[in-house]
C-alpha cells in the first residue's frame, strides 16, 4: 500500500537506517523482494548493521542473503556493529551464509568491526568448523585488531582448546601481543584455563612476556586466584620478582607478601587491579610461613578479574572480630588507630 503511495523506498532513518536493511534483519524475503522491484538501494548504508547484507546475515537468513547478492549488493561493505556481512556470519555461527560470501568473493581478512575480522570472531565464539573453513580460504591466522589482538587471543580466553589446537597447527604466533590480555597465556590464565596454558606453554609461549590488562600471565592467574596456573607457570619459570609495565616500584610476590603479611594493608581500592593482588601466589611459595586462618585469605582475593569489590571473606573476619573478648579490644583499637593514620 505504501509503495502504491510513491512513498521515498531508500528514506533513511530510524535503528536500522532504511526500509530494506529492516526487512532484511526480521527475514522478510517478500518484502525484501518488493523493495527491490521497486529499485531499493541494495548498497544503502547507515543503521545499526550497516547494509541490508550484514544485517541478513547477522540473523542468518540465506534466502535474503542470495536475494541481495543476486542484486549485486557489495559483498565486502564497510559500517555497522560487526564491520561486514562475513564478520557478522562468521560471530553468529552461520556456516551456510560464510560459505556464500566466500563463493561470491568475499574478503577473508576484512578488517572491522568488534572483533576485528571473521576469524577473530568465529574464534571467540567457539565455531571450530567455520574457523576450519576460514583458514582454508587463506585467512591470516595473525591478524590484528580487534577487541582481543587475534584469533588465539580470542580462542583462549574463552577456553576453546580445539580451535587454539587448529590455529597453533596453522601456525598461530603463540606470543603475537594486542587485545585486552596482550598475549594468548595470558588470556588462558586469568580465565583459569590450565589445559590451554599447559599448551600454550609447550608451543614455547613466553611466560613473562610483558603486556596487557594484568601486566604478564602469573599475575593474571593470581587475580583470578588460579592456583594451579600459578604453578605451573612457577614450574616453566616464570619471574616472580619482575615488575611489570605499569609499576615500577612493585612485583607479583611483593604485593601479595605485602597484603597478606601486613597487619594493616591499607584500602583494597588502592591496590591497582593490574597486580597480582589475591594470594595465590603467596600461598604457592610462601604458605609455610604465613599461617593464616581461612577467612584472612579472602581480604587478599578482594580484587577479581571483573573489578569488584572486597570478597565475602572479609566482612566474615569482621564480624568474627566485632564478637571477641574484651581483653582483646584494646589490640583491635590499636589497629584501627593505625589503619586510620595510614
Same mark, same amino acid.
Given at each position: 500500500?505504501?509503495?502504491?503511495?510513491?512513498?521515498?523506498?531508500?528514506?533513511?532513518?530510524?535503528?536500522?537506517?532504511?526500509?530494506?536493511?529492516?526487512?532484511?534483519?526480521?527475514?522478510?524475503?517478500?518484502?525484501?523482494?518488493?523493495?527491490?522491484?521497486?529499485?531499493?538501494?541494495?548498497?544503502?548504508? =547507515?543503521?545499526?548493521? +550497516?547494509?541490508? *547484507? &550484514?544485517?541478513?546475515?547477522?540473523?542468518?537468513?540465506?534466502?535474503?542473503?542470495?536475494?541481495?547478492?543476486?542484486?549485486?549488493?557489495?559483498?565486502?561493505?564497510?559500517?555497522?556493529?560487526?564491520?561486514?556481512?562475513?564478520?557478522?556470519?562468521?560471530?553468529?555461527?552461520?556456516?551456510?551464509?560464510?560459505?556464500?560470501?566466500? #563463493?561470491?568473493?568475499?574478503?577473508?581478512?576484512?578488517?572491522?568491526?568488534?572483533?576485528?575480522?571473521?576469524? &577473530?570472531?568465529?574464534?571467540?565464539?567457539?565455531?571450530?568448523?567455520?574457523? &576450519?573453513? *576460514?583458514?582454508?580460504?587463506?585467512?591470516?591466522?595473525?591478524?590484528?585488531?580487534?577487541?582481543? =589482538?587475534?584469533?588465539?587471543?580470542?580462542?583462549?580466553?574463552?577456553?576453546?582448546?580445539?580451535?587454539?589446537?587448529?590455529?597453533?597447527?596453522?601456525?598461530?604466533?603463540?606470543?603475537?601481543?594486542? =587485545?585486552?590480555?596482550?598475549?594468548?597465556?595470558?588470556?588462558?590464565?586469568?580465565?583459569?584455563?590450565?589445559?590451554?596454558?599447559?599448551?600454550?606453554?609447550?608451543?614455547?609461549?613466553?611466560?613473562?612476556?610483558?603486556?596487557?590488562?594484568? =601486566?604478564?600471565? *602469573?599475575?593474571?592467574?593470581?587475580?583470578? +586466584?588460579? #592456583?594451579?596456573?600459578?604453578?605451573?607457570?612457577?614450574?616453566?619459570?616464570?619471574?616472580?620478582?619482575?615488575?611489570?609495565?605499569?609499576?615500577?616500584?612493585? /612485583?607479583?610476590?611483593?604485593?601479595?607478601?605485602?597484603?597478606?603479611?601486613?597487619?594493616?594493608?591499607?584500602?583494597?581500592?588502592?591496590?591497582?587491579?593490574?597486580?597480582?593482588? /589475591?594470594?595465590?601466589?603467596?600461598?604457592?611459595?610462601?604458605?609455610?610461613?604465613?599461617?593464616?586462618? #581461612?577467612?584472612?585469605?579472602?581480604?587478599?582475593?578482594?580484587?577479581?578479574?571483573?573489578?569488584? +569489590?572486597?570478597?565475602?571473606?572479609?566482612?566474615?573476619?569482621?564480624?568474627?572480630?566485632? /564478637?571477641?573478648?574484651?581483653?582483646?579490644?584494646?589490640?583491635?583499637?590499636?589497629?584501627?588507630?593505625?589503619?586510620?593514620?595510614?
Amino acid at each position: 500500500m505504501l509503495l502504491e503511495k510513491n512513498v521515498d523506498v531508500n528514506a533513511q532513518g530510524g535503528e536500522y537506517g532504511n526500509a530494506l536493511q529492516a526487512a532484511s534483519v526480521g527475514g522478510h524475503d517478500k518484502v525484501v523482494q518488493m523493495l527491490l522491484e521497486k529499485d531499493a538501494d541494495v548498497n544503502a548504508q =547507515g543503521g545499526k548493521y +550497516g547494509s541490508a *547484507l &550484514q544485517a541478513a546475515s547477522v540473523g542468518g537468513y540465506d534466502k535474503v542473503v542470495q536475494m541481495l547478492l543476486e542484486k549485486d549488493a557489495d559483498v565486502d561493505a564497510q559500517g555497522g556493529f560487526w564491520g561486514n556481512a562475513l564478520q557478522a556470519a562468521s560471530v553468529r555461527g552461520h556456516d551456510k551464509i560464510v560459505q556464500m560470501l566466500l #563463493e561470491n568473493d568475499a574478503d577473508v581478512n576484512a578488517q572491522g568491526g568488534l572483533y576485528g575480522n571473521a576469524l &577473530q570472531a568465529a574464534s571467540v565464539r567457539g565455531h571450530d568448523k567455520l574457523v &576450519q573453513m *576460514l583458514l582454508e580460504k587463506d585467512a591470516d591466522v595473525d591478524a590484528q585488531g580487534g577487541f582481543w =589482538g587475534n584469533a588465539l587471543q580470542a580462542a583462549s580466553v574463552r577456553g576453546h582448546d580445539k580451535i587454539v589446537q587448529m590455529l597453533l597447527e596453522n601456525d598461530a604466533d603463540v606470543n603475537a601481543q594486542g =587485545g585486552l590480555y596482550g598475549n594468548a597465556l595470558q588470556a588462558a590464565s586469568v580465565r583459569g584455563h590450565d589445559k590451554l596454558v599447559q599448551m600454550l606453554l609447550e608451543k614455547d609461549a613466553d611466560v613473562n612476556a610483558q603486556g596487557g590488562k594484568y =601486566g604478564n600471565a *602469573l599475575q593474571a592467574a593470581s587475580v583470578g +586466584g588460579h #592456583e594451579k596456573i600459578v604453578q605451573i607457570l612457577l614450574d616453566k619459570c616464570a619471574d616472580i620478582e619482575m615488575r611489570t609495565l605499569t609499576t615500577a616500584d612493585s /612485583t607479583t610476590a611483593s604485593i601479595a607478601v605485602e597484603r597478606v603479611g601486613m597487619p594493616s594493608p591499607g584500602p583494597v581500592e588502592q591496590q591497582n587491579s593490574s597486580f597480582a593482588t /589475591t594470594a595465590s601466589v603467596t600461598r604457592v611459595v610462601y604458605h609455610e610461613s604465613h599461617p593464616y586462618e #581461612e577467612n584472612d585469605w579472602g581480604e587478599a582475593s578482594a580484587i577479581n578479574d571483573h573489578g569488584k +569489590g572486597p570478597a565475602k571473606g572479609k566482612r566474615k573476619v569482621q564480624r568474627k572480630r566485632k /564478637t571477641s573478648t574484651t581483653a582483646e579490644q584494646p589490640a583491635k583499637k590499636r589497629v584501627t588507630r593505625s589503619s586510620a593514620s595510614r
